[in-house]
């Protein structure tokens, strides 16, 4: 199982907006579009950094490459 880290945006945490939980697991996702789908050209889509909530399991995605993370030492 995926390391559970903590993540910043600035001096802002992120936090779950269904639990308030602030602890995730972080992974990264591919945000797919039907048209690079259909030419086989679906490792050329964007990414973005995918956090799920080790709480509740819902899941973030962020294109910001500003966020920091923290593992969790809880």
């Avoid at 259909?38 to 490792?43: E, G, Q, Y």
Wanted: contains cysteine.
């Amino acid at each position: 199982m995926a390391k559970a880290v903590q993540a910043m945006i600035g001096e802002h945490p992120i936090l779950c907006p269904m639990c308030d939980s602030d602890t995730f697991r972080k992974r990264e996702v591919k945000l797919n579009s039907t048209g690079m789908e259909l030419f086989d050209l679906a490792w050329a889509n964007e990414s973005a950094t995918g956090l799920i909530c080790r709480s509740c399991g819902y899941v973030h995605l962020f294109v910001n490459r500003d966020l920091r993370f923290h593992r969790f030492r809880g």
